[in-house]
């Protein structure tokens, strides 16, 4: 392979993996229709308030069915995120949700549990946020990354790796949703914390769907 190929390979593969990392566009599940997820990390970089985070959010475009920005401290990366949406998806048009709308079911189902004052408080907004995820529903991925990228420019930097696994993160996930080590030690013996953490958001995911059995 020439010089010349071998630098434009470089270039098109790095560019491909700096988005994969910055933001995560994936397909919903629904039998008829097509739906899509945009997940990220963002850092807070304008001081953005509740008020002004939530301003975000109203502007919805055609084909956009939800925004909504969400405390990051807890999230157990993206796959925590799309179960949560897919499944708040799926209230919405099996018509079982527990709220009013499709933004705050996301939450909900972030959160593994019912009560929505519980869900905004560990989950919602506060001030002086340094980070924050963001999770848009939509019926295209390209509105869906031009959605994600204009309320990225207005907030501040996405993070290179979205919820990246560290020891406190672990263990604030691990005491909220009460995941004990014999749960954690059934899938991964492993010490890593990329071993545990990819074990630590499979018992978080099992924890999200089980939202909808209580349904």
């Known amino acids: 392979m020439k010089s010349g190929l071998i630098l434009q390979w470089l270039i098109t593969l790095l560019n491909g993996y700096n988005r994969e990392l910055l933001i995560v566009i994936e397909r919903l599940y629904h039998p008829t229709e097509q739906y899509f997820v945009g997940i ?22 055609d084909g956009i069915l939800a ?42 189902y972030a959160s593994a549990q019912r009560q929505i004052s519980v869900a905004f408080e560990k989950f919602g907004l506060a001030d002086n946020l340094e980070r924050v995820a963001l999770v ?9 990354e031009t959605n994600l990228n204009s309320i990225i420019e207005r907030v501040g930097t996405p993070l290179s790796t979205p919820f990246a696994p560290s020891d406190e993160r672990i263990l604030h996930i691990l005491e909220y949703f009460d ?25 978080v995911c099992s924890r999200v769907s089980l939202v909808a059995v209580d349904s």
């Open 67 to 108: 925004v909504q920005f969400l405390s990051s401290q807890l999230i157990a990366g993206t796959s925590h995120l799309m179960s949560a949406a897919q499944n708040a998806l799926n209230a919405y048009h099996g018509e079982y949700m527990i709220s009013r709308s499709l933004n705050v079911e996301i939450i909900l």
């Open 179 to 203: 995941i004990g080590s014999p749960e954690l030690s059934a899938l991964t013996s492993k010490k890593d914390i990329q071993s545990r953490y990819q074990a630590l958001t499979r018992c």
């Open 40 to 61: 990220t990390e963002i850092r807070n970089n304008h001081n953005l308030t509740t008020a002004d985070l939530l301003g975000l959010t109203q502007d919805n475009k």
């Open 136 to 144: 848009i529903i939509g019926t295209d991925p390209q509105l869906v």
